[in-house]
């Protein structure tokens, strides 16, 4: 099954995946959220409305949403399915027996009579990555809504990526980024995670041309191999590169940017007791200063929230190449423009 198969882009309005997006549209986008940053009280969106739908916990991802559209004039409502709102239901003739009060058909159908915009935030279930893969909440919302859908992240994470494409821009201080060594290290985490900023960061960075090498212990931590796909595709249009390396001293050496985020085996994926003593084995791919020695004064980042000393040392996320901070920021803007660009599409 293809990446716009899993996240069909039927209509180019929603925010699902920047895969859906042209390159001089994610490029505008970051554009305009830098003009945001330096003018951020806006009427850009005065009159609108967007529904937060989490279905998971969020620190920047609810924060910046809210403010963001707020400093636009809009509305926010934040919902918690299963919480503050009704547990809901998603698939097609599903027989409604268990604990879900309301379907998608419904929530995504009234909801847009509601507001401008809906915006979606729902984690892998970790049982089964071949249910998991199908991103059936998000999809079902972006099916039945009949407005603009964005992805708070599900599998993927696309709003990470405009803040971190802003954040590079602005740290080298260039549009162009082709050339850049660019390293997405996996990191050790005492529990599996999701793959979704992973999963973004290698389609974000091959799209802007940079030379991408993904390091991780072994071939179980290799993505699904739609994301492989596309970030070898988006390599070979964009004039970069794409490769994987198991090579710690060899991926970091002369890298100009080292991102780094922990990740679950897919292979385990539902059975994360035989994962872990081989996940234990590799705590040493921690981001220190030994390995940020080795490369051409990289700036390091991280989606956060990350554990100190575990994925990476205080020196190195507290270090003047740290980005962490500034990539945080970030998603406040890069989220604004990215509103007040989908609304525009809004009926």
């Known amino acids: 099954m293809s990446l716009t198969e899993i996240k069909p882009a039927t209509q180019p309005k929603h925010f699902l995946s920047t895969q859906d997006w042209q390159w001089d549209e994610l490029s505008a986008l970051i554009d305009h959220a830098i003009q945001l940053k330096s003018n951020p ?79 979606v935030r729902a984690f892998p279930k970790f049982q089964d990555w071949s249910i998991d893969r199908q991103d059936r909440v998000l999809n079902a919302f972006a099916t039945h809504a009949t407005v603009p859908i964005i992805n708070m992240e599900t599998i993927t994470h696309p709003c990470q990526e405009l803040a971190h494409l802003m954040t590079l821009r602005e740290h080298f201080g260039t549009n162009d980024l082709r050339g850049k060594k660019y390293v997405l290290t996996w990191t050790y985490h005492p529990k599996p995670l999701n793959t979704a900023v992973a999963n973004s960061a290698a389609l974000i960075a091959t799209r802007a041309g940079m030379d991408v090498t993904m390091l991780c ?53 539902g059975n994360w007791d035989a994962e872990k003593p081989i996940r234990d084995q590799h705590k040493h791919f921690i981001v220190d ?39 945080a920021e970030n998603r406040l803007h890069a989220q604004k423009a990215l509103m007040a660009a989908i609304a525009s599409t809004n009926h």
């Open 41 to 119: 009280i806006q009427p850009l969106l005065k009159g609108k409305s967007i529904a937060l739908v989490f279905f998971n916990p969020s620190l920047r991802t609810r924060a910046s949403f809210d403010i963001g559209a707020n400093q636009l004039g809009a509305h926010a409502v934040v919902l918690e399915p299963g919480s503050g709102s009704w547990e809901m239901a998603f698939n097609e003739g599903e027989i409604m027996d268990g604990p879900a009060e309301e379907h998608a058909k419904e929530a995504a159908r009234v909801l847009s009579r509601y507001c401008d915009i809906i915006a």
């Open 289 to 327: 200063e030994a390995k940020m020695a080795l490369t051409n004064n990289a700036a390091f980042s991280h989606c956060l929230p990350a554990r100190r000393n575990i994925k990476a040392t205080d020196a190195v996320m507290d270090s003047p190449n740290s980005l962490i901070i500034e990539e």
């Open 217 to 269: 212990p072994n071939e179980h931590y290799l993505l699904d191999e739609r994301y492989m796909n596309a970030a070898s595709n988006n390599a070979a249009q964009s004039g970069g590169s794409f490769s994987v390396s198991h090579d710690i001293n060899a991926a970091y050496e002369d890298a100009d940017i080292v991102y780094a985020k922990s990740w679950g085996a897919i292979p385990f994926f």
